[in-house]
Structure formats: C-alpha cells, structure tokens
C-alpha cells in the first residue's frame, strides 16, 4: 500500500510541476517577465505557507496515546515518582552506580509508544524518494513533530536534577536574606549598645544558627550536584558546581548532560537488539528508525538551548549591562555635582555599579562561548544523522545498519566534550553573588 501511495505522490508531483511550467509559458507569451516574476512569487508565498503550516502543527501540545491500563502495583510504584527518586537521594537508596541504566529502563517503558511512532515516520521519510527542491529537510521534520520531541526530551529530563537546582538558588536567596538580617541585628546591637543576653543578641543568635543550616543545605545541593552529574559521566569540583548551578542556562546544560547520557546508553541497547535479530531487515529498520529518532531528538534539544540562549539569556544579560551603564553615567554626572558630604556615597555606588557591569560581561561571554561550542556539537550530530539517514534508504543488509549504530558511542564522547561549558569557577564570594543575583534577574523578565 505504502509503494502505491509513494508512486501516486510522484505522479501527482510530476502533473503540478508540468502544468507549473506551462502556467509560466503562457503567462510568459501573454505578460511577459512580469507575469512570470508574478508566478514565482506566488509559488515561493506558497512553499513558506505549508512550511509555516508544518511548523504550527509541530508546536501543538502532544497528547500521549493510551496505554494499557496499570495494575494497582504498577500505579503504587509510579505514582510521582521524581518526588520519590529525590527522597531516595536524601534516604542514600539511590544507587548512583546504575542510574543511568536504571534511566534508560525507565524511560523506554515510559515512552515506547512514542518511539515506535516516531521510528513509523522517519521510514516512511526515507522511503519517499522526493526532487532536490523538495526533499525534507530535517528542521523541517522536527518542527512538524515538535510536539513529541518536547514531550520526550521533557520525559527523558533528569527532575531530579532540576529540583536541586531550584533548592539551590532558593537557599541562595534565603541565605541573602538571612545576612541582610544579621547585619541589621548587629547595627541594633551597637545602636542600642544592648547587653549580651538582649532581645537582640538572641535574635542574632536564632538567625546565625538559621543562617548555618541554609549553608549546610547549599553545600548539600553542590555535592548532590557533583555526585549525580559524575553518574552522567561529567565530573565536576566543588567550585565548578556552583558555577553550573547558578547559571541562568543550567536547566539547558543539564538536560543536554542526561538526556544525551541516556540515549547513549539506549544507542548501545539499540545495537545489541539489532545485532540479536539476525538478517531480519524489517525489525532492524524499526530499531534504525528509533536511532535516527534519538540523533533528531539531540538536534532539538540542541537547537531549542541555541535559540534560548540568543532570544532569551543573552538579551536578558546585555539589558541588565545596558540598564547599569545608564545607571552609572547618572551617577558620575551627580558624584561630580556632590559636595563633600555625599561624595562617598555615590563613589560606593559607582564601584558597585562598575563590578556590576564587570560580572555582566563574564556573563555574557561564557553564553557566547556555550553558543559557539554548542553550536560545533550541533553540526557533528547533523552530520552523523546525514550519514545514517542515507545508510537507511540505500542498505540491504541487517548487519551495516547494527554496526553504523554501534559507532555512536564515539559521537556520544566527542558531542559531550564540544559543548561542555567552560565552567570557570569564580574568584570570589563577591563574584558568585551577583552572578546569582543577574540569574535570578535574568529568569524573573523571562
């Protein structure tokens, strides 16, 4: 059935691009090159209309297919089981040594279905043998299903990573808060000239030993942090996951880090299933077709942290700069108009301002360079899907599409090395500090 309908699909293609030249032949002899720029036109609105089209089908929220019905066990089991994941590590029954097998287990349980879906498509994509002019282009096929992408790159996302990292930057802000506290409290103290057993000197006490635990809690997010990231295979120090963890794009690193992980590991698995299928084309191309989907998942994930980096995390960083150069100009054109009174103020201000501007632009190029290298991470991933893509349409035989699959684990290691940030750990406190504070600017304007 599929062969007829590919052959309909040419025939009709034929008849459109037969009578496309004749409409310009004739417009041709009746208005001359008018007439034909008018067609041209006409058809390349058309071509950007369907492409548009295609687009705005792939951003429409995926609704799952129907599973099975779970049993009242398989319901016990899953039922939020991110929360419970994240309980385990504070319970110390996770184990780390398995995760991302114990990942990839999870997730092909979860999302099959999907899978299969999507190795059904990219078949038939390789099937249809198309004209230079209009032959799929893979961004196009993935904005026409970028629905399933998103919900599977959204399900293959390590939460609990992401709980940690939210856990971390709220403790950032309490711990803010808290020192903010203690320096007011101790500015009473000296006001007051309080003795020690005061009403003061008890708050300061109770808000010192608050102070402490929130410390514990950062200090207990950057181990986690360390641990579960080295699980993934990526190893980072004390300072290097602090770095991570208060980057407005550590959500995008991270998603990067472990669904890539994953699918590394499921590559493997793919491998294996294939080789045990025997000459069996049919299965194998099932399983090709899943590769071929994981690579395309890869590009999108990609993609979607290049485009937020461009239209979201950069200009939020240049808006905080710009906004504290304007800031700065006023007031150096006050501190020059100030009697002497008030001359040591605006002169604090406009050191803080000056090391405001300083951590912006660190800022700003550690997203440009993330850009550049994810970019290079990016092309290698299209260019081994260009090559198994090909390998798809052209092979006979069972074994080169096993072996092609087999080779994925060095484009897994060279990937991960290209678009590893370059996590510069910071050179002070100070630093660290408004670095979180141009985060948490940068994610309350998104």
């Known amino acids: 059935m599929d062969k007829i309908l590919n052959a309909a699909k040419k025939v009709v293609t034929a008849f459109f691009a037969l009578v496309s030249a004749f409409v310009i032949f004739i417009l041709g002899i009746a208005f001359g090159p008018i007439g034909i720029i008018f067609v041209i036109a006409l058809a390349i609105w058309g071509v950007f209309q369907w492409k548009e089209n295609q687009k705005k089908r792939g951003r429409k929220k995926y609704t ?119 320096a007011d409290i101790k500015a009473n103290i000296s006001m007051k000239s309080e003795a020690e057993n005061g009403p003061f000197h008890k708050l300061l006490a109770q808000t010192q030993s608050r102070l402490k635990k929130e410390e514990a809690n950062r200090s207990w997010c950057v181990e986690q942090t360390k641990a579960r990231m080295a699980a993934y295979g990526v190893e980072l120090s004390d300072e290097q996951a602090q770095v991570l963890l208060s980057r407005v794009d550590a959500d995008d690193i991270m998603r990067m880090t472990t669904v890539f992980a994953v699918v590394a590991k499921m ?21 090709y077709g899943i590769y071929l989907a994981l690579l395309e998942l890869q590009v999108y994930i990609q993609g ?20 504290a150069n304007e800031l700065l100009k006023e007031t150096k054109k006050k501190l020059k108009s100030s009697d002497q009174k008030h ?45 198994a893509e090909n390998t798809l349409k052209t092979v006979q035989v069972s074994a080169v599409l096993s072996d092609l699959v087999r080779q994925n684990e060095a484009l897994y290691q060279e990937v991960m090395t290209l678009q590893a940030p370059e996590l510069v750990p910071f050179e002070n406190l100070q630093i660290q500090r408004e670095f979180e504070a141009v985060t948490t600017r940068i994610q309350k304007s998104a």
């Open 343 to 387: 001359r040591p103020y605006f002169e604090k201000n406009v050191q803080s301002l000056e090391f405001s501007i300083e951590v912006t632009c660190i800022y700003e190029e550690a997203l440009k360079s993330d850009t550049k290298k994810v970019s290079k991470a990016r092309k290698l991933v299209r260019k081994q899907h260009d090559a």
């Open 64 to 182: 799952p297919k129907p599973r099975p019905a779970a049993t009242d066990e398989e319901q016990d089991a899953n039922f939020d089981l991110p929360r419970q994941i994240y309980e385990d590590i504070k319970s110390g029954a996770e184990h780390l040594s398995t995760l991302v097998q114990d990942r990839m287990s999870q997730v092909w349980d979860q999302l099959e279905v999907e899978f299969a879906d999507l190795s059904l498509k990219v078949q038939k994509r390789s099937e249809i043998e198309r004209s230079k002019f209009f032959k799929a282009r893979i961004e196009e096929f993935i904005a026409a299903n970028a629905g399933i992408f998103d919900f599977i790159s959204q399900k293959m996302t390590d939460d609990v990573l992401n709980r940690i990292r939210i856990e971390y930057m709220d403790v950032c802000i309490r711990i803010n808060d808290l020192e903010r506290k203690i």
């Open 304 to 323: 979607n942290y290049l485009e937020r980096l461009e239209y979201e995390y950069l200009p939020g960083v240049k808006e905080i700069n710009r906004d």
């Open 267 to 287: 590559t493997e698995q793919l491998a294996t299933t294939m080789r045990e299928s025997g000459e069996n084309l049919d299965v194998t191309k099932k399983y």
